[in-house]
């Protein structure tokens, strides 16, 4: 059985993301995860059934850091010797490609499901370029998770660049969600979380930042919360001050006004879903947003950015409504088309789960992604 290793910055990418990734892959390479540290790394292991190796990954940049990282896994790849070394996020990809290059691993595999270059300005967009164009050069075979993005890569690289199946990284369990909650469980949830029977409830999942464009979902939902006295905002997701953040403005309003509902990372979001009316993602840049086809997958309509991935999983007027990026009136009235607008709600709801099974099932998806891997082996070979 030939050795795969899997390298991703950091461990929340094992739990959302990947999840069950490394099980199914484990049926047909032996499996190893590099990833940094955090307390559920067991909990991790014993559910992928795959053992996992910590390394100091950190998403910001620090050279001497990054270095010490580099070394540890040329170290570690030259002993182990890995068939192949598939990254994802860009400093799991630069790291891993430059070292796995080193080490002459013979199938190096990137896949991109992001580029934050394309919301980035001046210095810290030219050092990203850079470090994304490397990537791709000590790759052997790039992938992204939607077509889209396939554009955006071919600026960097003269390589092909491939997308497994339909797009995403994971695809969806659709039997995982699946909206089979009790009517009294989701009455707990709402009493819990201080959201009456009648309320509709907009919902955010994903990291609680400025390039998620939640200034602009808060100050849409402050005006419409006005007009509509039921309307209530569930945010689910951590803040990220140093990296990403928020105007102040928009936290002081997260954390003070009662119709905002701030949760921090949920590993398991299905009840907070069961209890949601309009899934909305309001995003500057994504790859093919795996959140977007979990809450359509459990038939919630989506509202979204008309944006790379975005714009590929919601067919605009059949399962959801796209919107223009960094638009408070577009997003408003596309909201207030979801609350006033009853027959166009339902037509959507009806039609948005049989439009996810039909393009990004999970089964389909890992059969896909089992295809690529044995084609590159024998194409390379």
């Keep these: 059985m030939n050795k795969m290793v899997i390298i991703v910055t ?10 069950g990734q490394p099980r199914f892959l484990s049926q047909y390479y032996e499996v190893e995860i590099i ?22 990954l950190n998403r910001k940049i620090n050279l001497l850091k990054d270095l010490k990282v580099l070394i540890q896994l040329f170290i570690y790849l030259m002993k182990s010797r890995p068939t192949i070394v598939y990254t994802l996020s860009p400093k799991a990809g630069l790291l891993g490609m430059v070292a796995s290059w080193i080490s002459r691993i013979p199938y190096r595999i990137h896949n991109v499901v ?25 790759s052997t075979n790039l992938y992204c998770n939607s077509f889209n993005l396939i554009g955006e890569m071919k600026k960097l690289t003269n390589k092909a660049v491939n997308v497994i199946g339909n797009g995403s990284v994971n695809g969806v369990d659709t039997q995982y969600f699946l909206d089979n909650v009790e009517q009294h469980e989701r009455a707990d949830i709402r009493h819990k ?20 464009g939640i200034n602009e979902l808060v100050n849409v939902f402050m005006r419409l919360s006005k007009k509509y006295e039921n309307l209530k905002l569930l945010l689910i997701g951590d803040y990220e001050d140093e990296l990403n953040p928020l105007s102040s403005k928009s936290r002081k309003y997260i954390e003070t006004e009662k119709k905002i509902v701030h949760l921090e990372f949920q590993e398991d979001i299905r009840k907070y879903l069961s209890i949601s009316d309009l899934f909305v993602l309001p995003s500057y840049r994504e790859g093919l947003p795996n959140v977007l086809i979990e809450a359509g997958s459990y038939g919630i309509p989506l509202l979204a950015t008309n944006i790379n991935g975005c714009n590929e999983v919601i067919i605009n007027g059949k399962n959801g409504s796209l919107v223009n990026k960094k638009d408070e009136d577009s997003l408003y009235k596309a909201i207030e088309k979801f609350l006033v607008d009853k027959e166009y709600y339902h037509f959507i709801k009806n039609n948005v789960r049989k439009s996810i099974i039909d393009r990004y099932s999970q089964e389909y998806f890992y059969n896909e992604l089992y295809k690529e891997f044995l084609m590159i082996e024998k194409n390379q070979n």
Excluded: C
């Excluded at 394309?118 to 967009?125: D, I, S, V």
């Excluded at 979380?193 to 999942?205: A, C, E, M, R, Y």
């Design 10 to 19: 950091v461990p929340v990418v094992l739990e959302t993301w990947l999840k």
């Design 35 to 56: 990833t940094s540290y955090a307390e559920n790394i067991k909990n991790i292991e014993k559910y992928e059934n795959v053992s996992i190796k910590v390394m100091d």
């Design 114 to 138: 992001g580029l934050p270059h394309l919301e980035a300005q001046g210095k810290r967009k030219s050092i990203l370029i850079f470090t994304e164009t490397l990537t791709y050069w000590f």
């Design 193 to 212: 979380n201080s959201i009456k029977d009648g309320d509709f409830v907009l919902t955010f999942v994903g990291r609680i930042v400025k390039d998620k």
